[in-house]
Structure formats: C-alpha cells, structure tokens
C-alpha cells in the first residue's frame, strides 16, 4: 500500500497530516488546488516518487537533489519558503491516480515533482491536465509526457525515452555493430528507449536481430541471457534501472557475455548503480545527459554539496532533483514568489536557461529539455565522458499541439 509521508512520519489513508496546517479532511478531495496560500505561507511542493522497491534510491535521490537546491537558497525559492510533502508511488500505474488525486485534492499541493516509472507518470500527466496542477517530472521519460499530452503546466528536467536512446543508434554503428539485439522491461519506458535506440540504429544501416523484454519489475534474467547467447548478436542495447540494473549487469557478467558480446545502454544501466555492480559494470558504454566526471564549475559544486548532505556520490537522479528546484526557481524568481501570478511563473519557466551540472539546460515548446547526450564509459567506478553523441539534443515532441 502506498505512503502519504509529511515531515518524515508514515501515515496512513485515512490520516493525513498537511505539514503546518492540520489534518485534511476527505471532503476537499478532487477540488482544484487553492491558489489562495496568503503570500509569504510556504509554497507546498508535493514529491510523488518511488521510496520501495525496484526504483527506491532513484526516488531518494531526486528527493535528496530537490532540497539540496531549496537548502542552497536558504529555504526558499523567490523569496518563498517551500514545504513539502511526500507519497511513495512504488512504482505502481495501478494506484497512480489515486496517489495523485490525494496530493492535489486532500493535500492541496501547489506544485507536484515526480515521478520515475513512465506508466505511473502518465497517470500523472493525466491529473494534472485535468486539474492544472503543475506538474514537473523529474525522471519518467514517457514520450507522450512532452508529446500529445503536452500542456503549458507540465515540465520535465530529465529527458524523453526518444531522445537519451535514439543517439546510440550511431554510437554504436561507428563501433562496427550491424546486428544487435535489445533487452529490456515490457512498459512504456522499456518499449519507448529501445524502440528509438533501433530508429537510430536503422536510420544509419543496422539491423535489430531480436526485441527480448520480461515484465517489470521482474529480474529472472537467465532465459533471455541464454536467449543472447544463442542469436550471437554482434552487441547488446539494453535499459534497466535501480536494483534491476545492478542484477541484469552482474547477471549478464557471469554468463560471460560481457567478454564475447559487447553490453550497451541507456545510461540508467549504470548510473547510481556501480557500487553495487562492482567490476561487471567495467568498460560499459551508455548514453545520457549527464557523465560523472563533466568538468564545469556546477558540476563540481552540485558533486561536492551533495557528498556533504548526504554521503552519496550525486548521479543523474539526484541531478535531474536538483535541477526541478533550479526550474521552479526560475519561475517563483520572476514573481517575487507570488503564486498568484501562476501565468507568469509558467511563461519564465519555459524560458528558463539553467546552468545545470549536466551543462547547458533550456527546455522546447511542449516543456522537455534541450541538452547534449553524452557517450560514457564505466572507469574507476564512475560514468566517465567519452565524448558527445549528441549536442543540444531536442526531442520532436511529436503530438504536441501546444505552441
Ligand atoms: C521510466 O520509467 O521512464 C524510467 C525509469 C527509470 C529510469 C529511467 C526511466 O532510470
């Protein structure tokens, strides 16, 4: 069962505590937030993220990253206090809207930030297009999040499932790779990432041998790693996340693949995950929109303050966290923290230009971001650059009719 957590205390359904304000009643479930918070009463941001399960340190860490940058600016954003709330999705379409309902109806959030999993973003997108909640993803890749179900109030400061996969199509045409074979979990982001590593990959001349997928949040490997085994794939694209990532890298090493059949990736197959991989995550060739080792001042800075708060090395979770807080800043900035003024905040949002440690940071029409997807490598236990396999990457929001 899914979490309402405040204040860091577990609650249950039936009894919800609203930050500083009491307990909320059932009866305000399912009405429009209130934009009438007095100025100068914190501004409620309501995290819907996974904190169990496959995707839980992906959740914590966005979690971890947003109030990084809300601590950065002693607390406030625009001269706003922020306060927050949180729900733990775990994961699960099934409960998304509900969860998501609690939080714009019981709650009264102002603004909502999640989640990881597509399937449960979509939920997401779908509430809030109904409510005018604003909404800002700050993980799920759901093309259709920035696609036909585009609207002025939903932002992402992560990435589409098209954009971080479609540029390893190239990637791994010029290593010499004609046959290749993907992996991966059977829902939206799954089918989404490989679908445009192999849009790619066709568009210069390859082939995709074989689609292999299992359910999520399954990770009985073995069947599908003999399955590779047997089709001798020139190399492998594969997207897990989390502790699925951590399993199928070990999983794929034992088998010895690693050494006969080059692994490649969406960068979330080892971003936050190698401590736990170890040397099976060695020489892994992924792409994303961040790389461990960029070298600009932000960088360096996010790394160092996020190691300070938390003892964890930051990584793109935590990256794509902080930068939400980053963009809510821009918008909160250009109001002096009047909410009221909800049209203006949304319009310098859109045209926030973010010095973000992944590098530049602006977003298109439809709210996605324009930003470089870079080609890294796994060395000394970090996502080091290779190079840019794409600059200034810009997803097509195909189905976008906002303007
Ligand atoms: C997604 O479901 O969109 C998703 C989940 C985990 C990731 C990336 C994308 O690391």
Redesign the pocket.
Known sequence: MSRMISSGSSLNRRSLLLGTAGLVTAASAFRFPTPAIAQGAPLKVGFMLPYSGT?AK?GKFIDDGFRLYVEQQGGALGGRRIEFVQVDDESKPETATDNMNRLVGREKVDVVVGT????V?MAMVKVARDTNTMLVIP????NEATGPMCAPNIFRTSFS?WQVCEPMGKVMFDAGHRKVATITWR???GQQ?VGAFGEGFKKVGGTVIEDLALPFPEVEFQALITRIATLKPDAVFA?F??GGAVKFVKDYAAAGLNKAIPLYG?G?LT?GTIPAQGESANGLRTTLHYADDLDNPANRKFLADFKAKSGADGDI?AVQGYDAGALLHEGLKAVKGDWSARNDVVRSMRAARIDSPRGPLSFNAAGNPIQNIYLREVRNGRNELVSIAGQAVNDPARGCRVS
């Open positions: 995707f992906l990881v999993h597509s399937g973003a993980n799920a890749g759901v499932n829902y939206a982001a990432m997207f996340a989390g969406a979330f971003d979770y």
